[in-house]
């Protein structure tokens, strides 16, 4: 079964810093896609940003990017110019396979300060 | 347009009622999920429809039942719960499943007395 390890429970950074939360998997299926989501305190779960097992680059999205290391299993969310309103719950998430399940990691709430 | 809408925002109830949450989306997505969230911790499967047919259930209680009418609706039909069943309950959807993005609907806050 695939597993996904989120070490941090929580960060700080500074308004307009750059931040990187940590995301390690494993699985033993060659396909597999990889995704972060935002869940602010109102709790809608918004998502952020897709990987793909054989995607060749790095997934970007506005502010926010992928670290993707293949090799080493991992999938850090790096979100640059950090905004007040990225305060908020952070979820790495993965699916295998054929498998519509997606698995979560237990989550990084990301505090901004001004 | 990513929407997905759920039906009601707050659900307070006894353990002696029956209640629906609702979701709706009108993406042309053809699987639909069923999550429960506790607080501070991770969203949890619950049930997985594709293409109209339940294709996972987590070995959910039958006191939760799910039900996908169409498409576009996805409906959790909840009888004679138990207060450990207080949670956040959050629809997905996703254009035809597997490693499809899944979007999620704001969520039902749900409180069994």
């Known amino acids: 079964a695939q597993k996904i390890t989120q070490t941090q429970p929580g960060m700080f950074v500074q308004e307009k810093e750059a931040v990187t939360l940590d995301c390690t998997y494993d699985?033993?299926?060659?396909?597999?896609?990889l995704f972060w989501y935002k869940q602010p305190s109102s709790g809608e779960m918004i998502f952020l940003i897709y990987q793909g097992s054989y995607d060749q680059q790095n997934a970007t999205e506005g502010r926010y990017s992928l670290n993707f290391q293949k090799a080493r299993k991992s999938a850090n969310l790096v979100i640059s110019a950090s905004q007040l309103g990225d305060s908020a719950m952070y979820f790495c998430a993965m699916t295998q396979g054929g498998s519509e399940k997606l698995v979560f990691g237990k989550g990084t709430k990301l505090t901004v300060n001004p | 347009d990513t929407e997905v809408t759920q039906t009601p925002k707050h659900l307070v109830m006894g353990m002696t009622n029956k209640k629906s949450l609702k979701c709706e989306q009108h993406m042309g997505h053809r699987a639909m999920y069923w999550y429960k969230q506790k607080a501070k911790k991770p969203p949890e499967l619950m049930f997985v429809y594709s293409y109209e047919k339940l294709s996972i259930n987590e070995s959910v209680p039958s006191r939760f039942s799910p039900e996908c009418p169409n498409s576009s609706l996805l409906n959790l039909h909840l009888h004679a719960l138990q207060p450990e069943d207080s949670a956040l309950y959050l629809c997905?959807?996703?254009?035809?499943?597997?490693?499809?993005?899944?979007?999620f609907g704001p969520g039902t806050r749900l409180t069994v007395l």
């Open positions: 699985t033993s299926d060659p396909s597999y896609g």
């Open positions: 997905a959807s996703s254009l035809l499943g597997r490693t499809d993005t899944q979007y």
